[in-house]
């Protein structure tokens, strides 16, 4: 299993410092073959001693270095060493205005650059509510301009309408659209949304979900806890 910690806009470089050292001293405790992510936000990256687990960025414009206020580069993030990355969030697309071509460009950018990419994707409400086969067709069209046969690539599926909702998708909906997408994409598949202590057991026995990418559940070491030892 994954098990991925998106901070978003939340926690300093201070409490990420102290977060990190809480958990490191916990992770011995992890299956052997689990695999921990934690994404800071980008004031937070910082030379971390990290023997169990991986930080990546949250997001990066696809640039070496140069004029593009208020983003970061890859100059940035060799600094700490950081070479993974979340793409294609829905507040990133919905919030920040991220179309499918910008997306697309990013990770054709970090896939050069041979990063591990977390690739999200999920649908609105209102598609969920047409049924499986629009929900389908929505997902496949944010595979738009992505080489889904990219090694190093790992594919997220967030329902927005579970995300920091407390409403988890189903087991039932969760387990019919990973089978669809394993088919479309066979790549490691997490789920997000609204992962917490009560439902992990009942999500990660689910047979196509490798691992889940968790906000809310995340932001104390204890919560996330619960998720990678439960
Ligand atoms: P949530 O967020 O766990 O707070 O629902 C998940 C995500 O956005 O990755």
């Not at 047409?130 to 595979?143: C, K, N, P, R, T």
């Not at 990973?178 to 479309?184: I, Y």
């Not at 057991?201 to 998720?227: P, Q, R, Y």
Request: glycine residues 8%; aromatic residues 10%; proline residues 3%.
């Amino acid at each position: 299993m994954i098990y991925a910690a998106n901070f978003k806009t939340n926690h300093t470089r201070h409490s990420t410092r102290e977060y990190l050292t809480k958990l490191q001293l916990q992770l011995f405790k992890k299956n052997p073959t689990d695999k921990v992510y934690i994404f800071p936000p980008l004031t937070a990256l910082d030379d971390y001693e990290t023997n169990e687990l991986t930080i990546g960025t949250q997001n990066a414009y696809p640039v070496k270095n140069g004029a593009f206020t208020g983003e970061i580069g890859l100059e940035q993030l060799a600094e700490f060493k950081i070479n993974t990355i979340l793409i294609g969030h829905s507040e990133r697309r919905d919030i920040l205005g991220e179309s499918q071509e910008n997306v697309a460009k990013k990770f054709a950018f970090f896939k050069e650059q041979g990063f591990e990419i977390i690739y999200c994707i999920g649908e609105s409400l209102e598609v969920r509510e047409q049924g499986i086969d629009a929900v389908m067709e929505h997902l496949i069209s944010q595979f738009e301009g992505i080489d889904t046969n990219y090694d190093n690539f790992v594919v997220a599926y967030e329902p927005i309408w579970a995300i920091g909702t407390g409403r988890t998708a189903s087991v039932e909906e969760i387990t019919e659209t990973h089978n669809a997408l394993k088919k479309v994409v066979n790549k490691p598949l997490l789920y997000g949304g609204s992962v917490k202590g009560a439902n992990i057991a009942e999500i990660s026995a689910i047979e196509n979900v490798d691992g889940v990418l968790v906000g809310g559940a995340s932001l104390k070491t204890d919560t996330f806890l619960e998720l990678v030892l439960h």
